[in-house]
């Protein structure tokens, strides 16, 4: 079975620094996807970034960025010039490339997250 | 896109009372999943629907929970004789087939609190 594990529980930023966020798992499979969500307070989740791992090169969406080693199998999250409404639980997540096969349903696998909080 | 929708939003009920979550995908999206969140922890999968057929439940899904989308569009989540151990975030979210990089959109969750 695939896990998913995050072991940072809290991590703290000053606005306009940069913040990386770590993610490891473990899984049998070679084709799978990556993600990173966000979770504010009280708030819905959404998605920051995602990684086919087929593909070498990281994935970048404007302030975030990942570093993934398929290897070493670590997916960290790297956020640029911190925002105030960056604060929030940040999910590391891991879905089976086989989720398009009807019976494998293509659930997502979280890690236990981490509470990212930015100081003015 | 009108999102996910889930109601209701917050649940307090006495323990042994049967409680009752809906929740509406996004129209487009053929797969719906439920996931239950507790405090300080990743979500974690309940079960999904194919359309209207449910087609993987987790081991987390006791006799207790049971799950229905009738017409492959919204969907709902029982839980019989609540427990003080069921108090969670119950979060929903659909999604399509054959689409494995495309995000599960994810909808605001019911919270149930059991006394």
């Known amino acids: 079975a695939q896990t998913v594990t995050q072991s940072q529980p809290e991590m703290s930023v000053q606005e306009a620094e940069t913040v990386t966020l770590s993610c490891t798992y473990d899984t049998s499979e070679s084709d799978y996807y990556l993600f990173w969500y966000k979770q504010p307070p009280s708030r819905q989740m959404i998605l920051v970034i995602r990684q086919e791992a087929y593909k070498q090169q990281n994935a970048t969406e404007n302030r975030f960025s990942v570093n993934f080693q398929k290897a070493a199998k670590s997916f960290s999250l790297k956020i640029s010039d911190s925002q105030l409404g960056d604060a929030a639980m940040y999910f590391c997540a891991y879905r089976s490339a086989r989720g398009a096969l009807i019976n494998q349903g293509g659930k997502l696998i979280f890690g236990q997250g981490t509470e990212l909080s930015v100081k003015p | ?115």
């Open chain 2, 1 to 115: 896109d009108t999102g996910v929708s889930q109601n209701p939003r917050h649940k307090i009920t006495k323990r042994g009372q049967n409680v009752t979550f809906r929740c509406d995908p996004i129209s487009e999206h053929n797969r719906l999943y439920w996931y239950r969140q507790t405090l300080g922890q990743g979500p974690e999968f309940l079960t999904y629907f194919q359309n209207e057929a449910q087609l993987e439940k987790s081991r987390l899904l006791s006799d207790r929970f049971s799950a229905e989308r009738p017409k492959g569009s919204f969907s709902t989540l029982e839980i019989q004789r609540t427990e003080q151990g069921d108090s969670a975030m119950y979060l929903c979210a659909s999604g399509n087939r054959d689409r494995g990089n495309q995000p599960q959109h994810f909808g605001d969750g019911t919270r149930l609190s059991i006394l």
